[in-house]
């Protein structure tokens, strides 16, 4: 069984910074694309950052340049620097091995493109 426990989510004020954790445990397959999305009550899930097995990483245009992820050791850590209150959500971690060869693109996957999901941390950001 894939578990994925994020970490790190938290109130803070614009233009300052977070940093979130995925530990997943439990996954087999040496490739992979894991990441993050967010969702906004009321509003679709969205891509945010993506990293894969190869350690390529793709964003979000709304992302590009303020958030960076990483990975290392079965962890996945997204930085998340000058803070805006429209990055105010949940955000979900999520691994999926199929993704590795079908695009691991920030921009362009859904939440019925991952197969293995974290609970989600709130992340709030005040102006």
């Known amino acids: 069984q894939v578990l994925l426990l994020e970490n790190g989510g938290g109130s803070v004020q614009s233009g300052e910074s977070l940093t979130l954790s995925c530990a997943v445990s439990?996954?087999?397959?040496?490739?992979?694309?894991m990441g993050w999305f967010r969702q906004v009550p009321g509003k679709e899930l969205e891509g945010v950052a993506l990293?894969?097995?190869?350690?390529r990483t793709t964003y979000a245009d709304f992302v590009k340049g303020r958030f960076t992820i990483s990975q290392a050791n079965a962890k996945n850590t997204l930085q998340m620097n000058n803070l805006k209150p429209e990055d105010t959500a949940i955000y979900y971690c999520?691994?999926?091995?199929?993704?590795?060869?079908?695009?691991?693109?920030?921009?362009?996957?859904?939440?019925?493109?991952?197969?293995?999901w974290g609970q989600g941390t709130q992340v709030t950001v005040s102006s």
């Open positions: 990293i894969d097995s190869d350690g």
């Open positions: 439990g996954y087999t397959f040496s490739r992979y694309c």
């Open positions: 999520a691994i999926d091995q199929a993704r590795y060869s079908l695009g691991c693109v920030a921009r362009y996957v859904s939440r019925r493109d991952f197969g293995d």
